[in-house]
């Protein structure tokens, strides 16, 4: 296995295999189940991958994987890269509205998704995405799939440099279009190789991911796999009480999760008894972590700490299990390998030190920028540096502190929510005059979207009547509000801008 960055993401998989062919990837689900070789995977994906081209996938063209946490999307994350092709992880929840957009933006020409899933019948949600010009090749999981990584011939992979884009990712952000984030092979592998170093070495490591891989922290989990070999157990949907029995029986070392996750994780192993010790390494992070739920890890002698990171940035900060617990309770931890970061003002210039400011980032990790070149300038300061729209500052021993954010986004349960799109579709309701979305404190989701409006004249409103309204807008579910506080009025300043730090205290 290689860690060098130089090279591109299909020479990594084929090194890997090469060196750890029995490394094991389990799929968990209450549906299915598999156990698989690292090699296989990389063979069929090759063979896939070879197939492709002779379908006409060309290097540089799109392939969107909107897959769980199964075998399919190691398979066709593989046949990407053989392709040359590159690889666009897709939220599994995604409704029309967002398929449509990210598919018609990215010129995706090839989608893999399954069949039905979760209630969900993809071959409605292609068709109701309307008009894909693009969109050659529509290939559902199955017999179609399973046809094209059969055993056949297997060509070298098209040439590709390590700075070539290779994975195309969307993330809300503070806007209400999702936005297509542009990583390389150097930089995922950077990423993963900063991880390796960073962080407690250990010895047989087995990692337990929740992370759907729509989602960067998801697909670096199971690239992790892939690249270097490291057995992976993957759950499809969260279940605690499945996760807690998932980590006695298969000796899971490492996990990460957001506070919700690591809160049904610690009831389900009280009530159900199961045996967490083996695992060493924990990383809690994506939403704001209550200090007592890491109080409740350190007395079960689990070694809980932060991390930060973006989907522009994966990794910038970790903590690791030797940091002192005042650290690992209250900070982000210290910069990763390679990772640095300035805090400065609203002109980009550097604050004083251990003074707060936005933070901004670089590295070789970094992202290669956005598809959408128009928000690049805002995104970067001169020299390359990224702009988080995070504020914080560094403590005296150079760990890292959240203090607070630019980026007006909601994080429910780690998934980042843009209130201005949730605010742009509560506004085509009828009954409303004016609306502003915050993020509302949530015990067990973190922060929930709290809907605050102004009633036009005569009319009513309930969390019902808003909840009919989302599934009509064809929108995923978890950005339906779920707290709805009727105003007289929205409290704004004197150009009119409203004062979201005012209603937060109010709900």
């Excluded at 969109?135 to 094209?148: D, E, K």
Aim: with cysteine; aromatic share 6%.
């Amino acid at each position: 296995m290689t860690d060098a960055t130089s090279d591109t993401l299909i020479e990594a998989f084929i090194a890997a295999a090469q060196i750890k062919p029995d490394a094991r990837f389990v799929a968990v689900s209450d549906v299915r189940a598999s156990s698989d070789a690292l090699a296989d995977i990389v063979l069929a994906g090759r063979q896939m991958g070879t197939r492709l081209i002779a379908m006409g996938i060309a290097p540089g063209d799109v392939i969107g994987i909107m897959l769980p946490n199964w075998r399919e999307w190691l398979v066709a994350c593989v046949a990407a890269q053989q392709a040359g092709a590159v690889m666009l992880p897709i939220v599994t929840i995604y409704g029309a509205a967002e398929l449509g957009f990210i598919l018609r933006q990215s010129r995706a020409k090839l989608l893999f998704t399954p069949d039905h899933w979760r209630g969900i019948d993809y071959a409605r949600v292609v068709r109701d995405c309307g008009t894909l010009p693009d969109l050659a090749h529509h290939i559902i999981t199955g017999s179609t799939f399973a046809a094209l990584e059969d055993a056949g011939p297997v060509d070298e992979p098209e040439k590709r440099s390590a700075d070539d884009l290779a994975m195309l990712v969307y993330t809300s952000g503070t806007t209400a279009d999702p936005k297509g984030v542009m990583h390389s092979s150097r930089t995922l592998l950077a990423e993963l190789a900063a991880q390796k170093e960073s962080r407690t070495v250990i010895a047989d490591e087995v990692v337990l991911t929740p992370w759907p891989p729509g989602h960067v922290a998801g697909a670096l989990s199971l690239l992790r796999f892939l690249a270097q070999g490291v057995p992976v157990v993957a759950m499809d949907q969260w279940n605690a009480q499945a996760a807690a029995e998932l980590i006695s029986n298969y000796d899971i070392t490492s996990s990460s999760g957001t506070p919700f996750h690591l809160n049904g994780l610690l009831e389900a192993a009280d009530v159900g008894e199961h045996d967490l010790s083996s695992l060493r390494n924990y990383i809690v992070g994506a939403a704001p972590v209550p200090t007592s739920l890491v109080e409740r890890c350190v007395a079960k002698g689990l070694a809980v700490y932060h991390c930060y990171g973006s989907s522009e940035h994966p990794t910038v900060t970790t903590g690791t299990a030797d940091d002192p617990l005042d650290k690992r309770l209250n900070t982000e931890g210290r910069a990763m390998a390679g990772a640095e970061m300035r805090f400065v003002d609203d002109d980009g210039n550097d604050v004083p030190p251990h003074c707060e400011g936005e933070i901004v980032t670089r590295g070789a990790d970094l992202f290669i920028g956005y598809l959408d070149q128009r928000l690049n300038d805002a995104a970067f300061l001169p020299g390359g540096w990224y702009r988080t729209g995070d504020i914080g500052r560094l403590d005296e021993d150079g760990y890292l502190l959240i203090t607070d954010r630019k980026k007006d986004i909601i994080i429910r349960g780690g998934e980042n929510i843009s209130s201005k799109e949730v605010e742009n579709i509560l506004l085509t309701h009828p009954a409303i005059a004016d609306v502003a979305v915050v993020a509302a404190p949530d015990a067990r989701m973190g922060e929930i979207v709290c809907a605050c409006v102004v009633l036009a004249p005569d009319t009513v409103l309930t969390l019902e009547d808003i909840k009919g309204h989302f599934v009509a807008a064809a929108i995923a579910r978890q950005k339906t509000p779920e707290r709805l506080s009727v105003m007289d009025a929205l409290p704004r300043n004197a150009s009119g801008k409203v004062l979201k730090h005012l209603l937060r205290t109010t709900i």
